[in-house]
C-alpha cells in the first residue's frame, strides 16, 4: 500500500530556534483513518497545516501523495491542495457568498459544472444537518454550523485525504457522533483520514467503526500506538 | 482552464469601484480628446504639405504708373522659364478676399497700395531659382519670387510639435489611467485579502484567482474609458465644420475613419487595466502561500 502522507525526520518551528515538531517520522498509509492527540499546544494543528502546506517544513523531507513538498511550484501546491479537504479550526468562509456558494467552491475550482454537483450538494448539507440554512450568510451561521459547512465543504469534492482539525469542537456530542460517521463513510471508501482531536468519546466511537491508528504527540514527537 | 461560476468569486468594491470608472471615464475623456488634436494636427500638416508644395508667389511693388507694364513682363518672363506649369494673376477681388481674415471685410483694401500677385504652379524640381531672380530684376524691378517651400518646414515643425504634444498628453492620461487602476487594484486586493487565502487553500490556481479579480477591475475600466470616449465623441461631433481661416480651433472632429481610432481608446485602456491588475495581483498573491 502507498503512503498518503509521509514525514521523514520533519522538524518545524515558528521562530528560529523554536522547534515545535522535532525530527517527525511517520507515515500514513492510503486509506487509513488516524486520529491525532496531544495536549493544547503540543502542535497537532501546525501538524495538520504541514499537510495541508499551509506550513512548510524546516528540516526533514515531507510527501503528500507522492510528491515530496519541496520546491513545489505554486500550481502543484493548488493540485495537492484540491485533493486534500481539509477542515481547521478557522473555518474561514467567503462572507459574500451564502452556504451553497461556499460549499461548492471546490468543486467550482475543480471545474465542475453546477448540474454535475448539485445532488451532492444536496446531500451533503443534508447529512451536515444545515438543511434550510443554504442562502444564510457565513456570518449568519453559529460555530456549530459553520464546523460542519466546513467538514462539507472539505469532503464535497472526493478528496483522497481528509485532514480535519478538532471537527466536533463545537458541536454536541450526538452531531459529533454523526459527523465521525461521515468520515467513517469516506475512509470505507477508500480516503485517508487524519483527525486531530481531544475528544475521547470520539476516538472511541471512530476505533468502533473502523481500525483506527492512535497518534499522540509530545514534546514536538510522535508517540505509535498511543492508548487512551 | 476553469469555468467562470453563476456567481462573483469576488465582491463588489463599493465606492472604490465607482471611483476607478470615475477616473477611466475621465481619461477616456480626455485621451479621446487629445488624439482628435493629434489626428487634427496631421491633417492640418498634411493640407499644409499640399497647399505648400509645388507653388510659389511673385509678388510685385512699383510706382502705380508701372504696375502693369511689370505685371506683363513677369508673366512673359515666366512663361519662358522652365519648371513653370502655370503662372495666374491674383484679381484684385480674390486678393482681397485672402486679405479679409486678417484686415476685415470694411478695410477699403483698393485705397491701399498693395503688391501684385502672381501665383505659380511649379512643375519637376521648379525653376532655378538664383536665375529666375537675376531675370526678373532685370525685366520686372520690384518682382520678388518666394517659393512656398521655405515655409513648408517651419509649418512641418509645427505641426510634428503638436502631434507630439498630443502624444505626451495621451501617454499621460493612460499612466494616470494605469496607476489609479493598480492603486484601485491593491486596495481590492488588501481588502479581499481573506477571500485570496480561503481560495488558495482551497486549491484555488493564480490564474482562477487573477482572472476573477481581472474580470472587476478590467470592466470597471472599460465601462469607464466607454463611456468617457463616448462623452468624448459626441463633444467632437458637434465641433464647428472646418474653417480656413480658424484652422486647427475648428478643425478637430475626427474624419471618416478616424472615428475607428476612437474606438482604440477604451481597448487600449482595457489592456492597460489587465497588465496593471495582473500585476499588482502577482505582487499579492507572491505573499499568500
Known amino acids: ?228 | 482552464m476553469r469555468r467562470a461560476p453563476r456567481f462573483r468569486i469576488v465582491p463588489g468594491n463599493g465606492s472604490l469601484g465607482w471611483l476607478v470608472g470615475l477616473g477611466a471615464s475621465a481619461a477616456g475623456f480626455l485621451a479621446v480628446l487629445a488624439l482628435a488634436f493629434g489626428l487634427a494636427a496631421l491633417r492640418l500638416s498634411d493640407s499644409w504639405d499640399g497647399a505648400l508644395a509645388g507653388a510659389a508667389t511673385i509678388r510685385i511693388t512699383g510706382p502705380e504708373a508701372q504696375i502693369e507694364a511689370r505685371v506683363a513682363a513677369v508673366l512673359k518672363v515666366l512663361d519662358s522659364t522652365p519648371g513653370i506649369a502655370e503662372a495666374r494673376l491674383i484679381a484684385p477681388g480674390e486678393q482681397a478676399a485672402l486679405l479679409a481674415p486678417w484686415l476685415g471685410e470694411t478695410l477699403p483694401l483698393q485705397a491701399l497700395p498693395l503688391p501684385r500677385l502672381v501665383a505659380v504652379a511649379l512643375e519637376g524640381e521648379g525653376p532655378d531659382a538664383a536665375s529666375l531672380a537675376h531675370r526678373l530684376a532685370g525685366e520686372a524691378p520690384g518682382a520678388v519670387y518666394e517659393e512656398h517651400g521655405r515655409w513648408q518646414d517651419a509649418l512641418s515643425e509645427a505641426a510634428r510639435a503638436l502631434t507630439a504634444l498630443s502624444a505626451a498628453a495621451i501617454a499621460l492620461t493612460f499612466a494616470l489611467l494605469w496607476g489609479l487602476v493598480a492603486l484601485g487594484a491593491r486596495a481590492a486586493l488588501d481588502t479581499h485579502r481573506g477571500i485570496l487565502v480561503t481560495l488558495r487553500m482551497l486549491g484555488a490556481e493564480d490564474a482562477f484567482i487573477t482572472r476573477s479579480f481581472l474580470r472587476r477591475m478590467v470592466g470597471r475600466t472599460v465601462l469607464g474609458t466607454g463611456l468617457g470616449t463616448a462623452a468624448a465623441a459626441a463633444v467632437l461631433a458637434v465641433m464647428p465644420e472646418p474653417d480656413a481661416s480658424a484652422g486647427l480651433l475648428t478643425g478637430l472632429a475626427p474624419k471618416r475613419a478616424e472615428w475607428a481610432v476612437l474606438a482604440l481608446v477604451p481597448l487600449a485602456a482595457a489592456l492597460a487595466a489587465l497588465i496593471a491588475t495582473r500585476l499588482a495581483v502577482r505582487r499579492v498573491l507572491g505573499g499568500v502561500r
Not at chain 1, 444564510?136 to 459547512?149: C, I, K
Request: proline share 4%; glycine share 10%.
Open chain 1, 1 to 228: 500500500m502507498h503512503a498518503a502522507i509521509e514525514f521523514q525526520e520533519v522538524g518545524f518551528g515558528y521562530a528560529p530556534g523554536d522547534q515545535v515538531l522535532k525530527g517527525i517520522t511517520l507515515t500514513l498509509a492510503e486509506g487509513s483513518f488516524h486520529v491525532l492527540t496531544g495536549a493544547s499546544g503540543a502542535g497537532k494543528s501546525t501538524l495538520l497545516k504541514l499537510c495541508h502546506l499551509a506550513l512548510r517544513p524546516r528540516s526533514g523531507r515531507l510527501r503528500l501523495l507522492g510528491q515530496d513538498v519541496a520546491g513545489l511550484s505554486r500550481s502543484a501546491v493548488s493540485g495537492l491542495r484540491r485533493r486534500i479537504g481539509m477542515v481547521d479550526q478557522d473555518c474561514q468562509f467567503l462572507d459574500h457568498l451564502d452556504l451553497r456558494q461556499n460549499l461548492a467552491l471546490p468543486r467550482i475550482l475543480r471545474g465542475d459544472r453546477p448540474e454535475s454537483y448539485a445532488e451532492d450538494l444536496a446531500d451533503l448539507i443534508t447529512w451536515v444537518g444545515l438543511t434550510g440554512r443554504e442562502t444564510a450568510r457565513p456570518s449568519e451561521l453559529s460555530s456549530g454550523e459553520r464546523q460542519r459547512a466546513a467538514l462539507a465543504r472539505a469532503v464535497i469534492a472526493s478528496p483522497e485525504v481528509i485532514l480535519a482539525d478538532e471537527p466536533t469542537g463545537n458541536v454536541d456530542a450526538r452531531m459529533g457522533q454523526h459527523l465521525l460517521s461521515l468520515m467513517v463513510e469516506l475512509n470505507r471508501l477508500g480516503k485517508t483520514v487524519l483527525i486531530a482531536t481531544h475528544d475521547l468519546g470520539l476516538i472511541r466511537s471512530a476505533r468502533e467503526a473502523v481500525p483506527v491508528r492512535l497518534l499522540r504527540l509530545s514534546g514536538g514527537q510522535i508517540a505509535l500506538g498511543a492508548t487512551l
